[in-house]
């Protein structure tokens, strides 16, 4: 029997890219369901199993287990269906149906092809010339050139028809020059207009990569892979010749400078672009979000203070984007605090600076030159460590008791008087300015070295009273107590 070699010495079938192991081929001749033999060798006396099992590379095998090739009956055409190992005799889940196959379709040499769009396809090495276009014919040819548009292709003289890949004309870049093509004819195509499928041997979305030609911070890439629009989801990779030094841009094919931002959507800071460096960036819609940022050690948000006493400007690199609660920021203070407080950060508005309990600051709690931190809270900015502000630190004050009445004399000429009655526990009043303003408290009251008092109770701007723990002295005695008062 005269027979001739399918495509290669030994094919190889795939399922998605991977070898098809234990795949089954079934044979049938053209157009039907009748199965026709291949043969194992080019005697053609020893007919394939139909369906083939397919070995572990995807490839024919005979009786031993050996990889062969697959011959066919010359001036015959075949229908081939490629199914899963465990699918039925007949098929009914096929992975694919390829028909009106002959011997020496399928060789990558088969089709010559020219044009860059446009391609036309030359049957050679003794492959019949077609007299139409019939179902799944299929075409294998090295791409001539990188297409720049909608791509069309012609066999013999048959009149150009649209390619598709994955059901989308092919078009700028999506065929790469000498890429091995294999072209599906499909006559349910282009609304039955007809067209051909395209399987392509790499990836139909290339890599798009170029050497940065711009200058820092406007960086400028023009990839071999041109895009013809800027898509979300659009990955652009490219070697930047200079570092950055502030927000940057980048123009990708020539359709206009759009921002880099970093993966939180932020402008770039100085040093998140090295020279030399392959950046990795994503369209997101409206900029291009830079994967891979270089300097990724986190930034203190830091800067020395240039506003006024009680209005103090923070204006830290990298800038805070935005006021959100929780933002912290670090300043040093150009000058002392004098009463109530507001402070400006990166230009996004004056806001209150107060205490952590809300309360405005007072004199000194920021001190020339100081360092502090802040919290924004979502509607202020609190300040998390004012300077500790003692005022006269000890009051002392020494008293007697004569007829159940305890009289002192103090040696600040600002507490007036202390008063009790009874032998029990006793309590102290102050009823005259001790303090300035009511954010002093007394914090403590000493008898000794024992504390003799928990508390400060109806404080008010122009006293306070507390409870003692120890019980009230006799009328002998002379008792000296310390009054710690800070704010």
Known sequence: MSVSLLPSIIPEFLIQGVPASGGLLYTYAAGTTTKLATYTDSTGSTPQTNP????ARGEPQNTLGNSVGLWLTNSTAYKFVLSPSTDTDPPTNAIWTIDNITAGQLTGTSY??????????????????PIAYANYNTYVFAAPATSTGPVTIQVGSLGYLNAYINGVQATTGQIQSGEVVIAVYNSALNSGAGGFALYLSINSQPLVYGADTGSANAY??????????LTTGQVVVFLAANANTTASTVNVSGLGAKSIVTPQGAALYSGQIASNQACVCVYNGTSWQL?????????????????????????PVPALASLAAGSLIYFKASNASTGSSTINVSGLGVKNLTRSDISSLQINDIVANGEYQAVYDGTQWQLLNPTPNVLAPKLYAAFTVSGGVLTTTFKSTNISSISRSGTGAYNISITSGVLPDANYVVTHVQEGSNTVFVGVTNKTSTGFSFACTQPGPSAADVIGLEFVVTR
């Open 52 to 55: 083939i099992v397919l070995n």
């Open 112 to 129: 010559t092809a020219s044009g860059t769009n446009a391609i036309a396809l030359t049957p050679t090495n003794n492959t019949p010339t």
């Open 220 to 229: 400028v890439v023009n990839p071999t892979f041109v895009l013809s629009s």
């Open 291 to 315: 994967v891979n940022p270089y300097n990724t050690t986190v930034q203190n948000l830091y800067a020395a203070d240039t506003g006024a006493a009680n209005a103090y400007v923070v204006s």
